[in-house]
């Protein structure tokens, strides 16, 4: 199972679902819909958080927090 | 038509909602506080038609109606409840053109709601710049809704914003109740008829959100648990579902209003993106945000010290000029020592807090706070902190009272929590000017670190840092103690890099200082006159019995050493002086004699007065000559009475420091506290933390160095 967390800078990928329920209603009210394309952007100093273009706009999140969304 | 309509901006965060606040009030506006909450309110005055004031309410941005951190709750708590003062006649959602589909989200809640809503499209020229061209009138009609394009950052568009608010307010639109989701409409009945009528997408906010929604008391919330129960009601479910299927009617709607012009690529090389590829670079990053803040210092220590002194000088020649020219009594006394030094006491942080608010708005603004964020949130994670922290602790350099109130973004409670416990630690400026006078007094001037810093300057650092330190390491702590199974999390919106509005930053500036001026100065200038009448009077005629006693003592002393004796021994008397008299036995240990003990109860009401106290005890009544003309030439010339020798030694300047360093000496902030927990166990615990810290370091740095 491919998640964003998995995506390395540059690479994209299309949402399929969350294996969080909690965390998925937020994800789904800033625009990550399933089916949407996502883009990795950047990768923070540490390796974490990271962020995505989605939506025609830039998304930070954690790096578990990416992990709960399934692309394929 | 009602004579002042009620309208109220609501949008996504970064949507240009105060952008479009504040080109539709200017300087028509006032801020309040939301009842019930101290969440600052932005009210202004929009002229509608002639003669009709609109009255305009900026509402925090939120993403959803379903909130997630305490800023959001107060948007919610407005509209879910058509009972609110503040629940608007009239909303203006202002969406982002070039993010439309997920700003619309908002929109077709906020108008479910039963709202009349006005769309406000904005941004349409980063929607072109992208390839994005919307067709609004095609939208307008699709939405049923009126939809005015503006630019809210040149004001343009404002008089087809007008034109379309009449025309709704007119027309008075309302939602049609066809809901884009499922729902059980025997349930809806059940809620209606035990909580009022009202619409179905009230009822079902109100199910959802009855734990966040003040309007319900405890009976009612028990009420709404027992329909959740009694039709198996999941809220979470429903939300993702009803998100869902907004999603998709709004997709069809924005797929038939939306022509893509096919542009070459993805527009990768933006400006965002070169910038972001140095703020966020794992080297170049933290050097520009050091850079950022070492600037940042620098105006606050150095260039507001010119208005400062001016303000100091102000002040100090009212008070000379109002004393020779007012009668001696009691009365001038009160206004000049105990009034006018307070309201001087609030006014001399006015610069300091101009500075911090320019830099904070104007790294807000732009977009880079985001970015400072993104780069420090591994980092702060670490000691039970939020990348968001970085704002509070930040801002807690100036006044921990806005840098408390700022930690409203910070969705998670237990990161919000402990950011709140810490802030105080970092050194604020009201700190400044207690260490600059016990530096000079313990750090020789004229010595250097390597030749080539001064060591005062070197040692004033050096007790910032030590406040940011200990700030992590009791945050770290804290991490440790606190189990609240909560999960922080960190999703945001990292916005593209705009250029800062002059008029905006001015206004932020505006508004925060007075906020502070207000809030903070009403504590400030309460302790100053209740310090000098504890000062001035004392039990039964211990005063009076002072004077003759001392003139007694020394028949041949006359003119100021006299007077210097007998005020001096007036203080002992005063209430004030049985006061530190009595805490001496607890702060010996530290080194620390009554008339210490005096400045430090006077400063657990607010630190910054313990330069005033300082003046008022060594110099009450005395007259200035040219050798002990300020407080610190008096503190320099104070001889311990039992070794003989300088009173302010190195022990004591440094227990003194560290003292102040970590104390929790500051009503305002207990009391901001107190409101951003909405409990009394934090600031009691903030208390004793930092007060027990303060004790037990300076008794440590004393014995040391005795």
Known sequence: MKTIADLKKGERGIIVNFTDDELSLKLLEMGCLPGTQVTMTHIAPFGDPIAVKVSGYILSLRKDEAATIVIA | MKKSPKIALIGNPNAGKSSLFNSLTGLRQKTGNFPGVTMDKLIGKWKLEKGDDASILDLPGIYSIYPKSVDEQVVINILANPQHPDYPDLAIVVADASNLKRNLLLFSQVRDLGIPTVLALNMIDVAESQG??????????????????????????????????????????????????????????????????????????????????????LVQRAGFEEIQEKYRWNTQDFQSKETMARYSQLTEIVDNCLHEMPIEEEPLNTWTDRLDKVFL??????????????????????WATYPMDLIDGGIANLNDFLKSNLPPTKL??????????????????????????????????TGYMSRVMFIMDKLMRRFGLNGKSVVPLISGVA???????????????????????????????????????????????????????????????????????????????????????????????LPSYKSPRFSHVMLTILNSTKAFVFEAGK???????????????????????????????????????????????????????????????AIKPLGY?????????????????????MSTIYSLGGEANEENSTVMKR????????????????????????????????MSTLAVTYRETKSWKYPTIQFVYMTGLAYISAFIVYQLLK
């Not at chain 2, 000049?336 to 104007?362: C, K, R, Y």
């Not at chain 2, 005629?541 to 020394?554: C, L, R, W």
């Not at chain 2, 004699?593 to 106290?613: C, N, P, Q, Y």
């Not at chain 2, 004591?652 to 000496?665: D, P, T, V």
């Open chain 2, 332 to 365: 001038t006394d009160l206004l000049t020592e105990g009034l006018i030094a307070g309201i001087g006491g609030v006014l001399i942080f006015i610069p300091q807090i101009a500075f911090l608010f320019l830099f904070i708005s104007m790294l807000e603004e």
């Open chain 2, 281 to 302: 670079h794992r080297f170049w990053g933290y050097f520009v945000f050091l850079g950022i803040l070492f600037i940042m210092f620098q105006a606050i220590f150095t």
């Open chain 2, 399 to 493: 006044c921990a009272v806005p840098a408390i109130m700022s930690t409203r973004s910070i969705g998670s409670w237990k990161d919000r929590l402990i950011t709140i416990m810490v802030t105080p630690l970092m050194s604020c400026s009201a700190r400044l000017p207690i260490y600059t006078v016990l530096i000079a007094l313990v750090v020789p001037e004229k010595s250097t670190l390597f030749g080539v810093f001064n060591l005062q300057g070197v040692a004033l650092f050096a007790m910032y840092l030590l406040g940011f330190f200990m700030a992590l390491l009791s945050a770290w702590i804290m991490k440790i103690i606190l189990k609240v199974k909560e999960r922080s999390y960190f999703i945001m919106e």
């Open chain 2, 523 to 585: 504590v400030i200038v309460a302790i100053s006159i209740v310090l000098w009448v504890l000062a001035s009077y004392g039990p039964g005629d211990a005063m009076e019995e002072a004077s003759i006693f001392v003139k007694a003592q020394n028949p041949t002393l006359s003119g100021i050493g006299i007077t210097n004796k007998i005020s001096s021994k007036k203080l002992e008397n005063s209430y004030a002086g049985h006061f530190g008299k009595f805490i001496e036995p």
């Open chain 2, 593 to 613: 004699d009554w008339k210490i003990g005096i400045a430090l109860i006077t400063s657990f009401a607010a630190r910054e007065v313990f330069v005033g106290t």
């Open chain 2, 132 to 217: 994005v061209v919307i067709n609004s009138v095609k939208l307008a009609r699709e939405l049923n809704v009126e939809v005015a394009e503006i630019n809210a950052k040149k004001g343009i568009g404002l008089n087809g914003l007008r034109l379309a608010v009449n025309k709704t307010i007119e027309s008075g639109y309302n939602s049609n109740d066809s809901l884009p989701m499922d729902y059980d409409r025997a349930m809806i009945e059940v809620i209606k008829e035990k909580y009022g009528d009202t619409d179905d997408y009230h009822a079902l906010l109100w199910l959802s959100e009855h734990n966040n929604l003040k309007q319900f008391d």
């Open chain 2, 635 to 666: 503190m320099r010339a104070e001889i311990n009475p039992e070794t003989g020798k300088p009173m302010y030694d190195m022990a004591l300047g440094f227990s003194l420091l560290i003292f102040y360093a970590f104390a929790m000496q500051c």
